[in-house]
C-alpha cells in the first residue's frame, strides 16, 4: 500500500496524516482525498489483478502530489482543520475494483480542476501563523464595522437640511479636491520642468568647473611665464643701464685722447712717447723719429677718416716707423716720412719734400675741419 502525501501550501515541509485522524474520520465536505476515495468493493466481474491495482496505486500519488502543490481554489476559503491532523494520510486499499478506480479517478479530476473543496494542509506552525493573521484581519474588520455603523448611526440622526448642507459641503469640497488635484498636477509638471532645469544647471556647472580648473591651471602657467619675463625684463633693464653707463662714458671719451698721447717737451712735440725731432741740445735718434712720424701719420689719417676727407694732392699712407705719402698725379713718386743716419743729401731732400706733403695734407683737414663743425653746428 502507497501513502499519500501532502506539502505545506507555506513553508513545503512534507505532511502525513495522524493514525487518530484516520480512526475518527471527517466530515464530507472536510475530508482529505484518502478518506473520500471509495476502498476497495468485490463487484463480480470488475476485479482487477495486483499488476494493474499497483500502476494505479502510482499514479494516484503522482496526481496527490500534484494536486498537494497546487495554490489555493479561485474562491479562496481555508478549512480550519486540527492542525495535528495534516501530519499523516491515509493509505489506499491494495484491492480495488473498476468502479472504485474510475470513481477514485474522477474524483482527483475534481480536485485537479478546482471543481472539488480541497482543505489545503499546512504544518501545525504555518496554521498558527495563518489563524493570528486571520484574527487580526477579523478585529480590523469589527472595527470598521464598528465605524460604518457609527457613521451610518450619525447619518440617520441628522436632518435634512443638514444633510442638504453636508452635500453642498461635499460638493465643494469635490470641487476644492478637484482644483487641488489640477494645481497638484501643475506643481508635478513644474517639478519635472524644475529638475530637467536643474540637471542642466548641474551639468552646466560640472562643465563650468572644469573650465574653472582648466583656466585656474591656465593661469598659473601664465603667472610662472610672467614671472619669468619679469625676471628677464630685469635683466634687459640692467644690461640696458649698464649699455647706456657705458654709452655716457663713451661718449664723454675722446679715442684719439686715448689712443694717441700728445704733449711737448721744451721746443720737441711729444707724441705716444716718441720725439718728433731733435736739436743741437737734445740729440734724438732716428728710430725714434721716424716712430713718431708714423704716429703723426696714423693719427692725421684717422681724423681725415672721421669726417670723410679726401686729401687731393697726396695719399697718406701710415706704416709705423716707415710711413711715407704718395703722389697721386704720379704713382711712381713716393715720399718717405722716415731718415736714417748717414744717407745721402737727395733722401734728405725727399725727406724734406715728404714733411712739406705731409703739411699739405695737415691744412686741408683744417680746413675741412672748420667747413664739417661749422656745418654740425648749424644743424
Not at 479562496?76 to 491494495?94: A, D, E, M, Q, V
Not at 478506480?101 to 501563523?129: M, N, V, W, Y
Not at 717737451?265 to 712717447?273: E, V
Not at 718728433?276 to 732716428?286: I, K, N, Q
Request: proline share 3%; hydrophobic share 35%; net charge negative.
Amino acid at each position: 500500500m502507497s501513502c499519500v502525501r501532502f506539502i505545506c501550501q507555506c513553508c513545503s515541509q512534507p505532511l502525513k496524516l495522524n493514525q487518530s485522524a484516520q480512526t475518527l474520520g471527517l466530515d464530507t465536505n472536510q475530508q482529505p482525498v484518502a478518506s473520500k476515495l471509495p476502498s476497495a468493493q468485490g463487484e463480480p466481474g470488475k476485479t482487477l489483478g495486483e499488476g494493474p491495482t499497483s500502476g494505479v496505486e502510482t499514479d494516484t500519488e503522482e496526481l496527490q502530489d500534484s494536486a498537494s502543490c497546487r495554490p489555493l481554489p479561485g474562491d479562496g476559503r481555508i478549512f480550519r482543520y486540527n492542525s495535528h491532523i495534516f501530519t499523516l494520510l491515509g493509505k489506499l486499499g491494495s484491492g480495488r475494483t473498476l468502479h472504485s478506480i474510475q470513481k477514485t479517478t474522477r474524483g482527483l479530476f475534481d480536485i485537479l480542476s478546482g471543481e472539488e473543496d480541497l482543505a489545503h494542509p499546512l504544518c501545525q506552525d504555518c496554521t498558527d501563523s495563518l489563524l493570528e493573521q486571520l484574527d487580526t484581519q477579523l478585529t480590523i474588520s469589527e472595527s470598521d464595522s464598528q465605524s460604518y455603523k457609527h457613521c451610518l448611526e450619525t447619518w440617520e440622526s441628522i436632518s435634512e437640511d443638514e444633510r442638504e448642507m453636508l452635500q453642498e459641503e461635499l460638493k465643494d469640497l469635490e470641487l476644492e479636491e478637484a482644483r487641488l488635484v489640477q494645481e497638484l498636477e501643475e506643481v508635478e509638471k513644474s517639478r519635472e520642468r524644475t529638475a530637467v532645469a536643474l540637471e542642466a544647471a548641474q551639468a552646466e556647472t560640472e562643465t563650468l568647473d572644469q573650465q574653472e580648473r582648466q583656466d585656474q591651471r591656465e593661469y598659473g602657467k601664465l603667472q610662472w611665464q610672467q614671472l619669468e619675463l619679469q625676471d628677464e625684463l630685469r635683466s634687459m633693464e640692467n644690461r640696458l643701464r649698464y649699455a647706456q653707463t657705458q654709452l655716457n662714458w663713451l661718449e664723454k671719451a675722446n679715442a684719439f685722447r686715448s689712443t694717441f698721447e700728445i704733449r711737448h717737451d721744451g721746443p720737441l712735440a711729444i707724441i705716444n712717447n716718441f720725439r718728433l725731432g731733435c736739436l743741437p741740445t737734445v740729440p734724438v735718434c732716428w728710430n725714434e723719429i721716424n716712430a713718431a712720424w708714423g704716429q703723426t701719420a696714423l693719427l692725421l689719417s684717422a681724423l681725415s677718416h672721421s669726417i670723410g676727407l679726401e686729401f687731393q694732392r697726396f695719399q697718406l699712407i701710415p706704416c709705423g716707423n716707415h710711413s711715407y705719402l704718395k703722389s697721386l698725379t704720379d704713382n711712381t713718386t713716393e715720399l718717405p716720412l722716415f731718415c736714417h743716419s748717414g744717407q745721402s743729401a737727395f733722401l734728405y731732400n725727399k725727406f724734406d719734400q715728404a714733411m712739406m706733403a705731409f703739411l699739405d695734407c695737415m691744412q686741408q683737414f683744417k680746413e675741412e675741419k672748420l667747413v664739417f663743425d661749422t656745418f654740425r653746428y648749424l644743424v
